[in-house]
């Protein structure tokens, strides 16, 4: 992972400016800063539209039940190519550009989700928790090692009672006419069920 990070923070730069350089030999350095400002805002503005629509069609997929892992792919592409394109540089550019334009960035994501799909099979699935024998505050419990979902076939059984009513036994009504309080005569335990 550090030769990778060194990669990007190293080689990518001096690339940029050997590129910079021999456009702006060429074309003009003041041609060469404006043909860079002009390819951020223009890439940021497609980078907007894209994204919008992106976003609606996560919305349809939702409304309809169905799971929009495709276009989250291609959303996360879409922010990874906002960030390439506001980079100075036109090979940055470029790379943005290919993961911007739909005929490119579709089979791309695809590629990635699939990908994605076959990482999440060979492990096992997504892991929900917070780490083994962690409750969400970091602290281990009795039960922290027991799975929710027991398959010995053991069930758990418990009974609760509601503490803000009271029974019927103590019930007592109120008189409509004059406000007084007028206690109801006991009703048998037996009875007490509602």
Known sequence: MFFILLLIFVLVPVVELNVLIEVASSIGSWTTVGLVLFTAVVGVSLV????LS?????QQKLARGEAPGHEIVEGMMLAAAGVLLLIPGFVTDFIGLILLTPFTRAPIAKYLYKRMQLRVVA???????????????????????????DQNGNTFDGDFERKDEQPRSHHIEQNKSDDDIIDVEPIDPKDDKK
């Open 48 to 51: 907007r539209s894209q994204g």
């Open 123 to 149: 492990n096992g699935g997504f892991k929900g928790g917070f780490g083994p024998g962690q409750s969400p505050f970091g602290q281990s419990g009795p039960f922290s090692n027991q799975n929710p979902f």
């Open 54 to 58: 992106t976003l609606m069609t996560v």
